[in-house]
């Protein structure tokens, strides 16, 4: 952090940390680690500096936070299913948001996790980002690219994954299963960076 005259000035990665340690809940936390590195204002590795710049005992409620950013979730609710999942002993560990392009080259929508053995994709739709018409409707047609070039996608909504989380993960295991006894569509995936 530096002044310019009557402006205090620091990097965008230490006015997340500087802000995030105001904040009391870890889901706040985790929204706006996410948030910084989804957006491009901060890295992880950049996060990470500052953290570990921080006595312990101020870091240690922030660790949680910057983990959640680093599995490459894009949202709050996509962490909470990536930590769903992670209890199957049917699913394997899923490709968090990959960029995919169907046979042809053309791009399709990321879905939040993807397993490329199978060609499954789960899609979380929360009200907040998918609900007005025009969201609603391009949430919708983007689905409906991925079914048409092969994809088996199961929608999830936050509400299910707090409220009914087994029934949520028995449903993506089925939907595995599925996926499972059938021809992999003819779809590619690339990893993001998280």
């Keep these: 952090m530096r002044t310019v005259g009557p402006v205090r000035v620091s990097s965008p990665a230490r006015a ?34 500052w953290l570990s710049r921080l006595r312990t005992r101020d870091a240690a409620a922030l660790w949680p936070a910057l983990e959640a950013a680093a599995t ?18 049917v699913l394997p560990e899923p490709m968090m948001n ?11 929508v990321s879905p939040d996790l993807w397993w490329d053995d199978v060609g499954f994709a ?13 969201q609603w409707d391009e949430t919708v047609e983007r689905d409906g690219d991925l079914v048409a070039a092969g994809v088996i996608v199961a929608g999830v909504t936050p509400r299910r994954i707090s409220d009914k989380p087994a029934a949520v993960l028995a449903r993506l295991e089925q939907s595995y299963r599925t996926a499972e006894a059938r021809p992999r569509p003819p779809v590619r995936a690339i990893a993001r960076a998280a």
Excluded at 21 to 49: C, N, P, W, Y
Excluded at 98 to 108: A, M, Q, S, V
Excluded at 122 to 134: C, I, L, P
Aim: net charge negative; glycine share 6%; proline share 3%.
């Design 16 to 49: 997340v940390v500087d802000h995030a340690r105001e904040l009391h809940g870890e889901r706040q936390r985790a929204a706006l680690f996410i948030e910084a590195v989804q957006k491009d204002l901060a890295s992880v590795d950049e996060l990470t500096e």
């Design 72 to 89: 490459g979730s894009w949202s709050v609710p996509e962490h909470d299913l990536l930590e769903l999942v992670s209890t199957s002993t």
């Design 98 to 108: 990959p960029i995919l392009t169907d046979e042809f080259g053309r791009l399709l």
């Design 122 to 134: 789960a899609m979380v739709h929360s009200k907040r980002w998918h609900s007005n018409g025009e």
